[in-house]
């Protein structure tokens, strides 16, 4: 409870704290102002909550984002009024669509301010619906407690939800707040067992495909779905862009739709039969002129077992059942493998094989590498096992925020984020984070110094003439970035390479030391 004096009656801010920690979040990532000052306040007199202090909104809902993902459990954003809310909506867009669990604590202006429409006053409960799954504002102080316990609860839906309340000052700073008792987060609902027998009928031989996402990624789960493999000879591949997958040596390889399109409606073309398991059926990222956004195949027949929202461990064991292999040995286990030692300029290729040869048993990977990364996957199946997080938004500057989150939530792993240069400058503050907290991450920067994914999507949507100014809005050279100049401004130890020699033995002495590490891969 609070270390107020025992005369004092609780405020709404020491309610909010206590209930959040009884509801078992005990980590906030936080750029607070004026509205926020008594829950800042509250960190003190209530003791237990982590806070995080980040210098920019959208670093904090990364965090808060990749927290979730590897720890399975809410962060909490503290954001100061509704243009700190809208400078997270980004991230907070990736983390929905990754069903990431986060509670946003959004500060607002006394009940009796906003009606003098002070220059900060805005319609945050406007600002935060597109992104959010439940909104909600607190009335008085005697309402916190009571509205902190039921975001928490909001935030626990499965795959997990963005909760966004809104604390008016007054309702912070007044006396009469109550702590709320935790609420019982909602149980998945179940897969649709009506579509069972059809699934199982529909996993036969190498022109069926179960697509796998969500919880079907973990370690687990891959292990069944390669018994299904085995035992029907179906396909497996996952969706392009996944929460969290766990790969390496020992683990079922499971490769991801491509993303350019024409590489995958080539992949999906032999398929007449998908099973659907925690996964939606394959759709392009954009629409191209004179190319399809639905990915199957016509006529291609389509079973939706179980959303990511449902039972998916219930429904992979009822489709191994129901196809007999329970007792089968999985399919598609990864061996260890090291390649080559790369050597020449940095290219996908040779930063692949020096990934490979690099990533550390347990590694959580953070991948925004864009057009760089799309080497990295075959390259690193063998390598030591490790997790794989993707952004599932699409909107970059998510990998420097999410591993913030990521190397907070599992303090003894190593984090490798590989990042592209453009995506990098988005939340570049992230930085400064990582070296105040003293973050375990090594962070690798693609820097081929052009928005490379556009100058591919110029010719994707039919472009075929573009001229010097259209490639000069996607250059990024003029002036150059010198990221590992940032790096050190910031507090992080950084070096720079433009071979494969020296990429992997940075990211070897990266690994060697504690706290952060770029490492600026000139392309």
């Excluded at 396909?235 to 020992?250: D, I």
């Excluded at 195949?297 to 007999?324: F, H, K, S, W, Y």
């Amino acid at each position: 409870m609070s270390e107020q004096d025992d005369t004092d009656q609780m405020n709404g801010a020491d309610s909010l704290v206590q209930t959040l920690l009884d509801s078992g979040l005990d980590t906030c990532f936080t750029n607070p102002g004026t509205s926020e000052m008594h829950f800042v306040a509250a960190l003190d007199h209530v003791p237990g909550m982590r806070s995080i202090l980040v210098l920019q909104e959208g670093v904090a809902t990364g965090a808060a984002d990749g927290y979730y993902r590897m720890a399975g459990k809410p962060a909490c954003t503290l954001l100061h009024l509704g243009p700190g809310l809208a400078n997270g909506l980004s991230n907070l867009h990736n983390a929905k669509k990754a069903g990431s669990g986060v509670v946003n604590i959004v500060g607002e202006h006394a009940v009796t301010h906003i009606e003098l429409d002070a220059p900060l006053t805005s319609d945050i409960e406007g600002i935060a619906r597109p992104v959010s799954h439940w909104v909600h504002t607190s009335m008085s102080a005697a309402d916190v407690g009571a509205d902190a316990a039921r975001a928490v609860q909001a935030a626990n839906v499965a795959p997990g939800q963005v909760a966004t309340l809104m604390l008016p000052s007054d309702t912070a700073w007044n006396e009469g707040g109550a702590v709320a008792p935790a609420l019982e987060p909602a149980q998945r609902p179940a897969f649709d067992e009506a579509a069972l027998e059809e699934a199982v009928a529909a996993l036969s031989g190498p022109d069926s495909l179960l697509l796998l996402g969500g919880a079907a990624l973990s370690a687990e789960m891959l292990e069944i779905a390669g018994r299904i493999a085995a035992k029907t000879g179906c396909k497996l591949l996952s969706e392009w862009a996944n929460a969290r997958q766990e790969r390496g040596a020992g683990r079922v390889v499971v490769n991801r739709v491509p993303y350019p399109i024409d590489q995958a409606l080539e992949t999906l073309a032999p398929f007449k039969r998908i099973v659907l398991l925690g996964a939606r059926a394959p759709i392009g990222f954009f629409a191209y002129p004179n190319k399809p956004a639905i990915l199957t195949a016509e006529g291609t027949q389509i079973t939706n077992l179980c959303t990511t929202a449902q039972d998916i461990a219930g429904a992979l064991d009822a489709l191994c059942r129901g196809v007999g292999a329970a007792d089968t040995p999985p399919a598609h286990v990864a061996e260890a493998a090291t390649p080559d030692k790369p050597s020449g300029p940095l290219e996908p290729g040779g930063i692949a094989q020096a990934l490979a040869r690099t990533i550390p048993e347990d590694a959580i990977i953070i991948d925004e590498a864009i057009t760089t990364g799309r080497a990295f996957f075959p390259a690193t199946a063998g390598a030591p096992k490790h997790t794989w997080v993707n952004n599932c938004g699409g909107s970059i500057g998510y990998g420097m925020p999410v591993a913030i989150g990521a190397a907070v939530a599992c303090p003894d792993r190593k984090v490798m984020a590989l990042i592209g240069d453009g995506s990098a400058m988005y939340t570049v503050q992230a930085l400064w984070t990582m070296a105040r907290e003293g973050l375990d991450i090594t962070i690798v920067i693609f820097a081929n110094r052009v928005y490379k994914i556009l100058r591919g999507e110029l010719t994707n949507v039919g472009v075929s003439n573009a001229g010097p100014k259209a490639m000069d809005m996607l250059s990024l050279d003029q002036p150059t970035l010198e990221f590992a100049q940032m790096a050190k401004s910031m507090g992080v130890e950084a070096t720079q390479v433009s071979d494969c020699e020296a990429l992997e033995l940075a990211i070897e002495t990266g690994l060697a030391h504690k706290g952060p590490y770029l490492i600026e891969a000139v392309m």
